[in-house]
Each structure stands twice: as structure tokens, then as C-alpha cells.
């Protein structure tokens, strides 16, 4: 099976600043990363993925990064604003298999 | 594209009632998911289709919960008898290819109380 944590359940950030969320998993199998953002009362949305053999992948103001040897993982969202706040989960992928955190609360304050 | 379809949105049931949620996943998608999400918590994976063929149900709680995704298109899944513990939000995905290559699609969900 597959173990997913992440640091920091909840996260609070001022409106500019740029935010970090971390997630640890722990199957050295899993060779595919996902990062959904969930606001309230949706399903999770898709925001960025890296394959293993990357280590870093840039979207628009997200990067990814990925350290298979310690198994880590973080999400960086750059001058960070009010609608980002929500759950985010990072989704390990073995095979066929995705699996979900708890999810980290980031709360960006104005 | 059009998103992933949940109806309905919202379902509030007494305890030993049974409930169905429907789902049609993105045109084209062959691998249906169903999570169940409970309040404060990640999604737990309770059946995958790959069209019309169980991948993996491991997790499901085949004694009350059953699933089914007859012509490999839209999918639906009940709950028979439902227990106070089954309130939750269920989602559905779908993703366009088998194996764990692309990312999962979701709907909103259906968020079940159960009284």
C-alpha cells in the first residue's frame, strides 16, 4: 500500500507571499505525482503533475518538485492569493493505484 | 470538454434507507472511478472501471454498497442499506487511459448525510 502525509495540516500565508506545501509518501514504486486543489464543495482539480524520472516541473506559478531518494515531494505556488486558498492533496500513482493525504488547508490572508 | 457529471448534489437519508448516486464521466474516458470522501479527510478509493469491467473493488464494502457500469459508459452506485458512517461526499473520475499515466478527472460530488 501506499502511505501519504503531509506536513503541516493546515498552512497560512499573506496575500503576495509565496507558499510551500510538502507531502511524504513512502511506496518507492510509485513513479507518477499528482497536486489537486480542492475548494469547498467541489471535487479536487487537477494543478500539476511530475513523472519520476523529473525532478522538477514548472507551471503557471506552481513548481513541483520531487526527491525520490527521501521520497518528498512539495508544491510551491509563487506570490500566492486569495484564490488559492483551499485542500491540497498530492496524489502518489503506483501503477493503476492513486492514492490521497489528508490534504493541507492553506489559508491566504488579504 | 464537458466535466465529469454528478447527480445529484446533495442526498439526506435515514439510517437502513438505500441511495443511488449516478455519474457520466468525460466523452471518450475509459477508467470510471468512485472515491468516497469523508469530512477532514483525503479520498478513498472504492472501485475503479476500466469501460464496463471491475479493475479493482477491494475496498468497497460489497455487503452494502454496489457498483455497476453497464455499457462502459456512465456509472452508478448504491448503497443498500445505508449506515450512519456512510455520510460522506462520493466522487466520481475518470481518466482517458488504463494505468497510471494520466491524471484523474472528478465531478463535485454527491454529498450523502445519513440520519
Known amino acids: 500500500g501506499e502511505s501519504v502525509g503531509l506536513h503541516l495540516p493546515t498552512l497560512s500565508v499573506q496575500e503576495g507571499d509565496n507558499s510551500i506545501i510538502n507531502c511524504a509518501y513512502s511506496?518507492?514504486?510509485?513513479?507518477?505525482f499528482i497536486w489537486y486543489k480542492q475548494e469547498s464543495g467541489k471535487g479536487p482539480q487537477f494543478i500539476i503533475d511530475i513523472r519520476s524520472n523529473m525532478d522538477k516541473r514548472q507551471g503557471q506559478r506552481v513548481t513541483v518538485l520531487l526527491n525520490k531518494t527521501v521520497k518528498h515531494l512539495s508544491l510551491q505556488i509563487a506570490a500566492t492569493q486569495p484564490g488559492d486558498s483551499a485542500v491540497y492533496f498530492c496524489a502518489p500513482v503506483t501503477g493503476n493505484q492513486f492514492y490521497f493525504g489528508t490534504g493541507t488547508s492553506l489559508t491566504v490572508i488579504p | 470538454e464537458a466535466g465529469v457529471a454528478q447527480s445529484p448534489r446533495y442526498k439526506i437519508i435515514e439510517k437502513r434507507q438505500s441511495v443511488a448516486f449516478w455519474c457520466n464521466p468525460i466523452?471518450?474516458?475509459?477508467?470510471l472511478y468512485w472515491y468516497q470522501q469523508i469530512l477532514g479527510q483525503g479520498p478513498k478509493l472504492l472501485i475503479q472501471f476500466q469501460n464496463n469491467g471491475v479493475v479493482d473493488d477491494s475496498q468497497l464494502p460489497k455487503d452494502r454498497f454496489s457498483a455497476e457500469r453497464l455499457k462502459g459508459v456512465d456509472s452508478t452506485l448504491k448503497i443498500q442499506p445505508a449506515k450512519l458512517e456512510d455520510s460522506a461526499v462520493y466522487l466520481c473520475?475518470?481518466?482517458?487511459?488504463?494505468?497510471?499515466?494520466?491524471?484523474?478527472?472528478f465531478g463535485n460530488g454527491t454529498r450523502l448525510t445519513v440520519t
Open positions: 511506496n518507492s514504486a510509485s513513479d507518477y
Open positions: 466523452s471518450g474516458h475509459a477508467t
Open positions: 473520475a475518470s481518466s482517458p487511459r488504463t494505468g497510471g499515466n494520466s491524471p484523474l478527472h
